[in-house]
């Protein structure tokens, strides 16, 4: 029998993105629902966390929802408004970079975590090509933790990706080290049916929740590769106050909850 | 007396003097916000093609030159613009169907080649990217690379780091420098000789500027040498970078600039659903480019009514509760 859930898809991905937020942390956001993410994080879990963008506004007022990182809301009230290099030094600078907690989207995940935002097909001549990597291979090579928001079917998570555009745990074991990375990358996927983390050792992803009504079961059916679920529990669903604070706060127009 | 350094011309003297078919390139802005549109439709109405462009993340800018066939290679991070178009549309197309050369970096990448460009060094090392396929698939051969001296003949580089492991880095990615031969930035204000003031996020505007042979500046106000020097502190240019000033009220839109108008969502919705369908799109643009003899005659297609719905509220710098398709 299916039971109806007191909420949306989208609402519980977005609140256990900002589950994942802890106060004081420096979260990179992109727009949409990441943004929604970081906005409910601040409002619930996490007062002293702080919005930053790539293009260089840090703790923007944000009255309104912006739809771009170069929208002309984040720049209305923020500590700074600086410029790209900025931004980026920032995380790539190990004393602040260790505060920041990246939310990144892609159209493909592998079983290491990392993602392609460039093309489907070859590179070359692609069958679909996407918008690239703008900041995302930056912030996924420098920040020891990211969210990666996506939903969970066969044709996005992924034996082999067609482009890695951001690095995760690379071929797992220690080959990020290896190839000159720091410690991060993509550390949590949320998705619309679960919650996956990566082994500490292996940098295998493994599934952490599957949600109230989902079973890991269907989400081994909805990922290409083999993935470990021996470790999976049920989430727990977003509570009452979280969800009024999300959309009575957060979204009270739903710009972005529908 | 002629004040030699009185940059003041029309844009589209500007655009003729120092666009040329092949040039290489850079345009201000970011996605939706202070790209220098107006510049960008005069280089599609004066037919100018085969420009080389380097682009971290210029949206509309961007797929309005390739819309038009003015670019035959691409170096880029990020081709979206916005709500209305996650990923660019004539950049997708022009992508699939192999119409443009493209080559891919990241934002930062590409942000420090300008700046390495900017301050005469050949390249700049990063942390970012190892074990990426950014590092590994080139967009342009070595052949074609080793045959045009305005390409540089590797990509990217990964070294040693020369000092051991000093600041936690056994290795670092190596990006090479950019040196344009114009870019082009449009600026809340500027004077005569080329001084510039920017409101709100600079972006890679200033690296990109400093890194450039020639330089055009668009401004929203041509303001006086006196203004500008009484607060030199919110000067991002100096006029030693500057080639020519063209005074262009409204010469980012349709995408934004910060303390004056925001973006016409509506205007990119209708660019980005014309440009899926090529009869549309060369109606399009008969209208709003080739129908307008500049950038006034376009915003008289536009309207007031637009312009007074996207103008900014003094106290945020945008227009507070527009409506956004």
């Known amino acids: 029998m299916k039971t109806i859930q007191p909420y949306t898809p989208r609402e519980i991905m977005t609140i256990m993105a900002a589950r994942e937020i802890k106060n004081g942390d420096i979260v990179f956001s992109g727009t949409g629902i990441s943004m929604l993410a970081a906005m409910a994080a601040k409002n619930i879990n996490a007062p002293d966390s702080v919005i930053f963008f790539e293009t260089g506004a840090i703790d923007s007022l944000l009255e309104e929802l912006p739809f771009a ?10 500590a700074a408004n600086s410029r790209l290099t900025d931004a980026f030094a920032t995380m790539q600078n190990p004393i602040t970079g260790e505060k920041v907690i990246a939310i990144l989207g892609a159209a493909q995940i592998d079983r290491y975590g990392n993602l392609n935002t460039t093309c489907i097909g070859d590179y070359h001549s692609p069958e679909i090509r996407f918008s690239g990597s703008g900041g995302g291979c930056d912030v996924a090579s420098f920040v020891p933790r990211c969210i990666a928001f996506m939903q969970h079917e066969k044709r996005k998570f992924v034996k082999k990706l067609d482009y890695l555009t951001s690095p995760g745990q690379l071929e797992g074991n220690n080959s990020r080290q290896k190839a000159g990375l720091r410690p991060g990358g993509v550390s949590v996927v949320v998705t619309n049916l679960g919650v996956m983390r990566f082994d500490k050792d292996t940098g295998k992803m493994y599934l952490d929740k599957f949600y109230p009504s989902i079973t890991p079961e269907k989400i081994l059916k909805n990922t290409e590769f083999d993935m470990d679920i021996s470790r999976a529990t049920l989430a727990d669903p977003p509570t009452k106050t979280e969800l009024t604070i999300l959309r009575e706060e957060c979204d009270p127009q739903r710009l972005i909850l529908d | 007396m002629k004040n030699s350094l009185n940059k003041v011309i029309p844009l589209k003297q500007a655009i003729e003097q120092y666009v040329k078919n092949s040039s290489h390139i850079s345009i201000g802005g970011f996605t939706i916000n202070r790209n220098p549109m107006a510049a960008v439709y005069e280089i599609i109405r004066q037919k100018i093609c085969d420009l080389h462009l380097y682009a971290h993340s210029n949206g509309t800018g961007l797929d309005e030159l390739i819309g038009a066939g003015c670019i035959s290679k691409l170096e880029i991070a990020y081709g979206g613009n916005g709500k209305a178009a996650p990923t660019c549309i004539h950049f997708a197309r022009a992508a699939q169907n192999n119409e443009i050369l493209f080559e891919d970096y990241s934002n930062y990448m590409m942000s420090l080649r300008f700046t390495a460009g900017a301050m005469g060094v050949p390249f700049l090392p990063t942390l970012s990217g190892f074990g990426s396929d950014i590092l590994t698939k080139w967009g342009f051969s070595k052949s074609m690379r080793r045959s045009d001296p305005k390409i540089v003949d590797n990509k990217l580089a990964v070294i040693d780091n020369p000092f051991g492991d000093w600041a936690g880095a056994s290795k670092v990615v190596l990006v090479p420098a950019i040196n344009p031969d114009v870019t082009i930035i449009h600026v809340q ?30 401004c929203e106000h041509l303001v006086t040498k006196e203004e500008l020097r009484q607060n030199p502190d919110l000067n991002q240019i100096p006029f030693i970078h500057v080639s020519a000033v063209c005074h262009v009220p409204l010469g980012a839109y349709p995408t934004a600039v910060f303390g004056h108008y925001d973006y016409d969502s509506q205007y990119l919705r209708k660019f980005a659903i014309a440009a899926k369908n ?47 398709d």
């Not at chain 2, 080329?194 to 996020?201: A, N, W």
């Not at chain 2, 480019?289 to 376009?298: P, Q, S, T, V």
């Open chain 2, 278 to 324: 090529p009869d549309k799109f060369k109606k399009y643009q008969n209208k709003y480019i080739y129908g307008a003899k500049d950038h006034d005659a376009f915003l008289d297609i536009i309207g007031q009514e637009r312009i007074d719905t996207i103008t900014a509220d003094p106290r945020t710098g945008y227009s507070v509760n527009m409506k956004r």
């Open chain 1, 69 to 78: 990182v170069a929208d002309p809301r984040i720049m209305y009230w923020a």
């Open chain 2, 189 to 218: 204000k500027a004077d005569a000789t080329g001084t510039c003031s920017i409101q709100g996020l600079a972006f890679a505007d200033i690296e990109q500027v400093k890194a450039s042979k020639h330089v055009i500046i668009t």
